[in-house]
């Protein structure tokens, strides 16, 4: 067959393609190939074919071959790359990029949608830290995409990255100002980032595009009980329940406002949405799994629990377990077992407190479901115990045991004649705001300068480079052990009970302290987290401590003048 006979059959067989007849052009594609098995635009076309069935293994061979036989050719190459996207192959085609193709409209299209799809599938796996990259590349390619600017900030606010998101959510909304999920992400990083001014004016934004938007409703009505905006707020809150077929996020945050305003039986009765909530079961649940939420009892009475052999799943973080662990007395006196699975740098100070529980390590102890008649999570008892401010007992109910206090008697030495004082001066991640809750060891020189006090480091993590160098050329030195001697709160318990006051910002020392009746006093910022009631110098779960509200956001200088005064009055009466 001549090249002008071999030309006319491929002309036959692509207008058998082009009117739809794909088995027709798919018979002719394959004679001809037989004939002439590197021409390259029926390797291409019969590659096409294959790839509207997304019969990829057959096709991508073919169209390889096609580029290969014509490599001048450069749309034969994007083809190729398209169809590597389609696959799945990212890496694949991000070479061919790089190798293969020049700087041209078409070009640049295929390394958009390589960057678009790559991404999607990588925060798919949730491998955010890729997807970033795969996002931040796509800005930089596109920077004029204002929804690749709006993706690549909810990737880092869901890394935790709120700074970073907001600087890109900015960029989206400016370039689109009609982005609905843009704005609404935005006023997210505002909410993280405790600017509830802001946030106010983002999500109003995006309810003004969008009025049934529930999650801008929801951050909304955070945002005006953070500014002291209850009812309103609540209503947002509302109309978040109602705008969304998933109300379980925004029930969730309608619980931690009523809880902070002291709503108790409200807050409880929505706080069971958090099983229902994403982000909490990514980042707050510790021992429970899949299977073990299964078995929550969510809805269970008192009187279901009456001579129930109940398994209790410990869940958020440390202080979160020390706070609900005052109400395993009530569940002690209904049940008749009970058995706790709980973080394992508890579980000696837990056994000691509470002679009637078993106590398990989850990592080394398998639970049998078919041994329990009930399971339930530690934040679930509130619901049935703590409905009312009376019903709080604000006692302690923690003691480490005789060994561990002996021994630190003996560490700490002798008692001076000056106040032992505790001090935890940082709490939290970016995520829970730590830079709103957490001061600087030069901000405490106030407190750390009293001459009628001796000042003993009970900071988690290590710090021991920081307090070295804070020390230095200082007559009275902060005090500390190393990060692994306090790590276990059966030790730190022992060591908080041989001092005579505990200053702490907002952490799990705070719950420490309380649950072990010693006096503390907590720092707390402008918004501080629910369990600590947004006014009052009290909290119910702890009788022992005090709080200290920061008036202006930022400005410690109120707050640090009357730990000062309380402990030069303390000092005068010990």
Known sequence: MSESELEAVVAQAVAHHRAGRVGEAEQMYREILARAPDHSRVLHNLGMVHMQRQAFDQALPLLSRAAAANPGEQQMWISYGHALISAGQFETADRLVAERLGDTPE????????????????????????????????????????EAHADLGYVRLLRGENTEGLASLRQATTLDPANVRAWVNLSSAHLALGDPEATVQASRRALALEPDNGPAHQNLGVALAALGQRDAGLAELDQAIDADPDPGPAQFRRALVRLLDGDFAGGWADYEARWRTDSFLKSSVTVTTPELQARLDLDCTLADLDGARVLLLSEQGVGDQIMFASMIPDLLRVAAEVTLAC????????????????????????????????????????????????????????????????????????????LRIGISWRGGIEATRVAQRSLSLDQLTPILDLPDCEVVSLQYGEVADEVDRFNLGRERPLRM?????????????ALVETLDLIVSVQTTLVHLTGALGKPGLAILPTRPEWRYGAHGDAMPWYGSIRLLRQTTPGDWTEVLQAVVRRLREAAAGA
């Open 107 to 146: 070009a640049r299209a295929l390394v958009v949608r390589l960057r678009q799809v790559w991404a999607a599938k990588l925060l798919e796996r949730e491998q955010l830290e890729a997807a970033e990259a795969q996002y931040l590349g796509l800005t930089q390619i596109a920077p004029a995409d204002a």
């Open 343 to 418: 973080d394992p740098r508890l579980l000696g100070l837990f056994r000691q407190s509470f002679p009637g529980l078993t106590v398990v390590d989850p990592r080394t102890t398998a639970v049998a479901l078919s041994q329990f008649d009930k399971v339930l999570a530690m934040g679930g008892l509130g619901r049935l115990f703590r409905n009312r401010v009376s019903d709080f007992p604000g006692q302690a109910y923690l003691r480490p045991g005789d060994e561990a206090r002996a021994r630190w008697r003996g560490r700490m030495g002798p008692k001076p004649d000056r």
């Open 481 to 493: 052990f190393a990060a692994g001697e306090i790590e276990d709160f059966e030790d730190l318990a």
